[in-house]
C-alpha cells in the first residue's frame, strides 16, 4: 500500500482519484480510501513506472488526450470537488499574485489568455506527466499538481518529443494563434502548484526561478 499526505494546497488530490477511478477507472488505480479534509490517500501498490525503453509512449499520450476528452464535460464537477480552476480568463489575475510579476509585462498576459478564452477548450491537466508519474499499465497518479485550465498550457506535453503526437490524438487542426498562446503562458501554469508551498528556500528554488525566467523570456519575443 502507499500512503500519502498532501499539504492543504493539494489536498484535492484524493477526491480527484476517486472521482476518476469512477468514471475513467482504466486510467488511474483506485484509491482504497481517502480523508479529503486531511488530503489523505491511501491506495494499492501499482506496481513499477512506465518504462520508456520498452513501452511506446505514444499510447500513454494518446490515452491523456481521451482522458482529457472525457473529462471536459464535468469540469464543473470537478470545481465542486476542489480541482483548482484556473482558466484562460484567470491568468492575468494569477499572474499579478505571483513573486515575479510585474506591470510591463501584465498586457502580454492578458492579449495571450484571450486568445486561449476564445478557443473555449478547458479540461483536467495533470500539470507534472512523465513517465515516473505513470504506471508500468498505463494508469496515472501523482495528480496533487492538476488544475482545470486549457489542456495546451502544458510544459511537459508542449516540450516533450511527443508534442506532435499529443496534438496529432485531439484529431482536429490546432490554430497557430492558440498554440503561439499556449507555449507562451505554460510556464504560468506551470508556476501554480509553488504558490501553495514555500519554494525559495528548498531543493526547488533553481526550478522555480526557471520557470520564472521563462515566463519572461516568452512573453517579451
Known amino acids: 500500500m502507499y500512503a500519502k499526505a498532501n499539504a492543504p494546497g493539494f ?3 484524493g477526491p480527484l482519484v476517486e472521482w476518476l477511478a469512477q468514471h475513467v477507472p482504466d486510467d488511474v488505480v483506485a484509491p482504497l480510501a481517502i480523508d479529503a479534509a486531511r488530503g489523505w490517500v491511501l491506495s494499492p501498490d501499482g506496481g513499477p513506472t512506465f ?3 520498452s513501452g511506446d509512449w505514444t499510447d500513454i499520450v494518446a490515452s491523456y488526450v481521451r482522458l482529457q476528452k472525457q473529462v471536459a464535460p464535468a469540469v464543473d464537477e470537478l470545481r465542486g470537488i476542489g480541482v483548482p480552476y484556473l482558466p484562460p480568463s484567470a491568468l492575468s489575475a494569477f499572474y499579478r ?5 510585474t506591470a510591463e ?3 502580454a498576459v492578458a492579449h495571450y489568455a484571450a486568445i ?3 478557443s473555449r477548450r478547458i479540461t483536467l491537466e495533470h ?3 512523465h513517465a515516473g508519474n505513470v504506471f508500468g499499465g498505463g494508469q496515472f497518479f501523482d495528480w496533487g499538481d492538476s488544475v482545470l485550465t486549457h489542456p495546451f498550457l502544458s510544459l ?3 516540450e516533450g518529443d511527443w508534442r506532435q503526437q499529443y496534438f496529432d490524438a485531439w484529431g482536429e487542426p490546432v490554430d497557430q494563434r492558440e498554440l503561439d498562446a499556449a507555449e507562451r503562458l505554460a510556464p504560468l501554469v506551470g508556476l501554480h502548484p509553488w504558490t501553495h508551498i514555500d519554494p525559495l528556500t528548498g531543493p526547488w528554488a533553481e526550478f522555480v526561478a526557471d520557470l520564472h525566467a521563462r515566463l519572461r523570456r516568452s512573453l517579451t519575443l
Open 156 to 158: 511537459r506535453m508542449l
Open 97 to 101: 499574485r505571483t513573486a515575479d510579476a
Open 51 to 53: 518504462d520508456v525503453g
Open 116 to 118: 486561449l478564452t476564445d
Open 127 to 129: 500539470n507534472d506527466l
Open 11 to 13: 489536498a484535492h488530490e
Open 105 to 107: 509585462l501584465a498586457p
